[in-house]
Every structure is written in C-alpha cells, then in structure tokens.
C-alpha cells in the first residue's frame, strides 16, 4: 500500500524504523517541519536542550552509554553551527551519532540567505560522511545509509542537512528501506593473526595497550581473557577505562601524560606492545621516539589508516578488534610469566600513584573516594574536561565497559553535564554521576534545566577551585608562575544557579557532616548539584611535559 | 609558488594520483579538504566525468612526502572514493597540458 508522505513525515518514519526512541534537539526555522511530523510521532521522545551544542552532546551521551546511534536535530545557521564542537568531539572519539540539520530551501542556498550557513562545507572535516539531501526520494536511502556508516567500521558522526523544501516536498512511497545497520569489516588477515601470537608466545616482556576501540567493539571481555591467558600487564588509554577492572591484578591503569608512574615505567621496559584499538595518541604516549623504546610492536585496529600512522607496526591487523582477540585467544598459549609479572608488581609498590588528602571528603580525591563507596559498579560516571577529569580517570575505581563517559580526544569543556544527561536518559535505571569544574560546568550549565525538566538520576560533582586548573598548573610550572586569565575573580553562587535552574543542590563545604551530605545527595534520585570547594594549588601529577618522554614524569 | 622557483619545483620528486568518485557536488572538497589540513599544498588538479557520469576520476599533482602513505589511507577511507591509484610524478596526465599554461 502507498502512502502519500512529506520529507519531514518521511524522515521521522525513518527514524522510527530505525528504532529511535529518544532523540535531542532544538527547534528553528529550517527544521521546523520535521519538527511537526515529530510532534505527531508517538514513539518518539523529544528531548529539548538548551543550546543546539547541549543537544548534540545528550545524543553524544546514548551513544557513548550504549555503543547505539544517538541522534541530534538542530535548524539551519546558528542552529547548525553550535551542533559543531559536539559532532567535532564524536569525530575524534570515534560515537556513533547522526545529527540532522535543517538548510534553507534549495533555491535560496547561496544567496546569503536569513541563517544560511554551508553545513557541508562546515561539517566535511569533522564528520565520517554528510549529506545535503535534494530530493525526498533521497531521503529513503541517505537516512538508513546514515546510520550504517555511523555504525560500520570506525564509528563516528554522520550529518544530513535537509532544505526545507525538500522536508516538504510530498511523495508517494509504497517500499520502505531496511534499517541501516552495522555492516561486518572483512575478516582479520590470519596469518597476520597466527604472527602475533606467536610473538606473544616468544616475548619476555609483553603488555597489552587497550584503547578506546576495545569498548566500542564490545571486546573488553577478550582482552581481559587474552591478558588472563598470557599473563599481559595491561595498560588503558584513557578512552578504555573499564575495559578491565582498575583493580584487576594485571591492570596497570591509564597510560600518558597523567598515567601512574608504574605504568609509564613499565612500558619503558616491555619488549613486545599489544595496541588493541589505540591509536597512539600524543597524551598516551609522550615523546614517541621514546616510547616504548625496546618493543617490537602488534597493533590492531578496525581503520586501516591508523596502522603504521604514528609507529611503524611489526604486525598490523586491520579488522575488527573482538573479533581478532577471538582468532588470537586459542593460539596464545598459557603462560604466568612469573619474571615479568614479579618485575611490574614491583614497579607498581615502588613507583605508586599518589592520592594526597585522600581521607578528607573535601578534597579532590576524598571526594572521588566517597562516590565510589557510596555507589557500585552499575553506577555511570561522566566528567568535564580539566583537572578533575584527571583525577577521577586515576582514581576512580571503574571496572565496567561503558561506564566511563569522558571527551577524549577533543577535550571539550562543557561536555559533562549534558553527555550525562544523555547516558542518564539512555539507561533510566542506573545513577549517573558528572564530575566536573568550575570552568566546564560553566560551558553548558544551561543544561541543568534540561536536566531538570527531564528529572534524569543525575548527581553533578562540582569540585570548585575557582581555577581555570589545567591552565593554572601548565602556568605554574611551564610559564614561571605567571597566572594569567586562569584565576577567576567573581564566580556565581553555584548552589543558587542550579535552584534558579530548577535542579536541588547542596553545598558540602557549608555543609555540618559533608561526608554524610554527600551520600544523601547522592542517594535521593533526580538531578542534583552537589558543590564543593577544593585547593587551588592541588596539581594533578604525576605529569609528562608536552612533548618529553612518559619516563620524565614531573611528580612521580 | 610561495618561495620555490621553477627550478626547484622541477627538482622536487612528483607523484600523480588518480583517484575514481562518485560524481556529485562536494566530492572534490571531501578529497582536497585532506590535503589543505595538512598544509599539503596540490599542486595540479584534473578532474572529468567517466563514461556515464555516475562517477567521475580526479587527477592529482602533488610533491612527494613522507605523509604521503597516510594521505592514501585517508584519501581511501572516503565514502565517495572508489579506488586510489599512485603513479610516479612523470605520468603524461598532466606533463600533456603544459602547453596550456604558459
């Protein structure tokens, strides 16, 4: 049977078979008729943020919770233009996530029109693919392949800009596409496959180096089975925490230029590198002459480009990381290495992370601390970007793929609160918890409405050094102590913005037990600020000097 | 040229691309937009649609890099790119067009 359909009615149905439930966005004029069929879709849940970029990183935030596609929607010009830092930062972080934009309609586009901006032009570099849709007609293959190429191989943003005339423009449609889903990469190369283990088999000194790629591929079970098998001391960028237990014994944390002191040490002396899924980023791996300067070196990634990029791979396999552990695991043979092992375990009682003020709850590690023991593992933890987001990925017990929400790669101040909006939206019954500064919180708090509006089970950690902390520090100890336009002179009052936004807060340095408060808090369920003033001149060490050698660690 | 003369433009060791696409607006930006990032300047462009149109092939000039492998790959991870050939830098594709430019 045909069913007569607009544009905007078409891409909602598309939407809907693609088995969307909950989406983030912000109305404007170019999108508006999308917005009416949406407003007619009963299975669809609208979120409405604040600010198109908050929208973005909501959908950002489903995505990262649930390794789904998140979807954002935002009008044409400016409406487009804030969705940049969020697809930006789904690029570099490798979400899955498909923003739809309004565009003018097809005859104005180039005439400078009212909030005409060139999305294609604009998004070319930050997304995996975009579109400009000329036709209805288009909008029955461009959506679903939207979709499979945010999912298939590397994930990543996918953009389709819509012109208004084309959301109207009536068709007659009588078949409907299938849903774009993920489609398999080719299959690991096995002899590649049957090399690596055997240089696992023959290395002395081997470590596994977990990235980002593991949890997307939904791997972390097989690598914590291949470290298992082969006695591997595994070291985790900062986009896999959780792929295995801080706490396993094998487990030598976070790598880099805030790495433990073990850690970076221990990759000093490894003879054999096991990348799963990294891709060897400049803050995990210092100077890269030096890293890792006596390992031969196994990579496996799903995006061929990555291989060879940055260090030459002995064996590079392009394919899929789980399904790669899955051809090595049989071929690796048992083995408790007990000399190497030893040697990292006395690294580790030698050269251990440091966690100063840790027993008192008003500090930054007393505060990660009592989270930690207030919640379990089920609980989801999102951070901003700066010092706090260094100190939570050392300290923070995360021990579960998924649980860990944080911009990676592009770093971006004001992700926290509305990426965890969008993980508390996605997985309603967990509690998920922000930390973040007084900086970040800044970038996108008119979030707290949405939060509010939402009544998501979301508990905002405010660590308040009145700092810019990252500059502050890179300031005292690059830029002789010249503090300039880190330190800031007038602050809100925290606590009275989030009830002014419509959100309860507390204020544990006000507070007579804060230790007590804090469970409170974070016990009542919806959305909570619960603010708290730390030191400073608290550094996060230890810390690498851009540009030198992880074994030249300032704080170690 | 910025500050290279002829001469030295000459003496610089050349690789000619060929590279097929689909053949719609926006592809050339996707394939040049890697090059510009990089600072990479592409020193000729030639670019016709193949029989039929649905596709088109892109001839590129550029100097010899060692960034070069990794401008492939990423050339080659583009939804709109089919194929990327690499040819040495004396390739009669563009040396054919010189009478054109002088």
New interface residues.
């Given amino acids: 049977m045909s069913e007569t359909l607009t544009g905007a009615q078409l891409t909602v149905r598309l939407l809907e078979r693609q088995g969307i439930r909950t989406l983030s966005g912000y109305p404007g004029g170019a999108i508006l008729p999308i917005y009416d069929a949406l407003g007619q879709s009963t299975v669809i849940h609208h979120v409405l943020a604040r600010h198109e970029q908050g929208a973005g990183f909501i959908a950002q935030g489903m995505a990262r919770a649930t390794g789904q596609v998140g979807v954002c929607l935002a009008s044409s010009g400016p409406g487009a233009t804030n969705l940049l830092t969020a697809i930006a930062d789904a690029k570099l972080d490798s979400i899955p996530l498909v923003a739809i934009t309004g565009q003018v309609p097809k005859a104005m586009i180039g005439t400078d029109a009212f909030q005409e901006v060139d999305t294609y032009g604009l998004t070319i570099p930050i997304t995996k693919h975009n579109f400009l849709v000329s036709s209805a007609e288009e909008l029955l293959t461009v959506i679903p392949r939207a979709f499979q190429l945010a999912l298939s191989g590397r994930p990543g943003p996918v953009l389709v800009d819509i012109p208004k005339d084309v959301q109207m423009q009536a068709i007659e449609v009588t078949d409907w596409p299938a849903p774009g889903k993920r489609v398999a990469p080719p299959p690991a190369d096995a002899r590649a496959i049957s090399e690596a283990a055997a240089m696992i088999n023959a290395a002395k000194r081997p470590l596994l180096y977990l990235g980002g790629g593991v949890v997307h591929a939904g791997a972390a079970q097989s690598a914590v089975e291949l470290a298992e098998k082969a006695s591997l001391p595994t070291v985790m960028t900062l986009m896999a925490l959780g792929a295995m237990p801080v706490d396993h014994p094998l487990s030598l944390g976070m790598l880099g230029m805030h790495g433990a002191p073990y850690c970076n040490l221990a990759l000093d002396e490894c003879d054999l590198l096991i990348a799963v899924g990294a891709r060897f980023d400049d803050r995990a791996t210092g100077k890269v002459a030096a890293f890792c300067p006596q390992a031969r070196i196994i990579h496996i990634d799903i995006d061929p480009a990555e291989l060879d990029k940055i260090k030459t791979a002995h064996v590079g396999i392009a394919a899929d990381v789980e399904e790669a552990l899955q051809g090595l695991l049989p071929l690796v043979s048992e083995n408790s290495r007990p000399g190497w092992v030893d040697r990292v375990n006395q690294l580790k009682r030698q050269h251990p992370q440091q966690f100063p003020d840790q027993e008192q709850t008003l500090s930054h590690f007393g505060l990660i601390r009592e989270v930690a023991e207030a919640l379990d593992d089920q609980a989801s933890i999102a951070t901003d970007v700066g010092q706090h987001q260094m100190w939570v990925a050392q300290a923070y017990p995360l021990r579960r793929a998924r649980q860990w929400l944080t911009s990676g790669g592009l770093g971006t101040m004001g992700f926290g609160v509305p990426a965890a909006i969008g993980a508390a939206l996605a997985e309603p019954q967990r509690t998920v918890v922000c930390f973040t500064g007084d900086g970040s919180i800044l970038m996108n708090i008119q979030e707290l409405v949405t939060a509010g509006e939402e009544q998501v089970n979301l508990k905002i950690i405010l660590m308040n050094n009145a700092t810019l902390g990252l500059v502050h520090q890179q300031q005292t100890l690059f830029y002789g102590e010249r503090l300039f336009a880190s330190q800031f002179k007038t602050l809100p009052d925290f606590v009275k913005v989030a009830e002014g936004l419509g959100i309860a807060a507390v204020d544990l340095t006000q507070a007579e037990n804060p230790h007590r408060a804090l469970r409170e808090a974070l016990q009542r369920p919806g959305p909570c600020l619960i603010h708290a003033r730390i030191d400073a001149e608290q550094k996060v060490y230890p810390m690498v000097p851009p540009g030198a050698a992880n074994r030249d660690m300032i704080g170690a | 040229m910025n500050a290279i003369n002829r001469n030295e433009q000459t003496a610089i060791a050349r690789a000619v691309l060929e590279i097929d696409v689909n053949n719609h607006?926006?592809v050339m930006?996707?394939v040049v937009?890697l090059f510009s990032?990089r600072a990479y300047n592409v020193e000729g462009i030639l670019c016709l649609p193949l029989a039929g149109g649905e596709q088109s092939r892109i001839w590129l000039l550029v100097n010899e890099d060692n960034r070069l492998?990794?401008m492939l790959?990423?050339v080659?991870?583009?939804?709109d790119v089919m194929a990327v050939r690499r040819h040495g830098g004396d390739h009669p594709i563009f040396s054919g067009l010189e009478s054109y430019f002088r």
């Fill in positions: 607006a926006g930006s996707h937009g990032r492998p990794q790959k990423q080659e991870k583009l939804e």
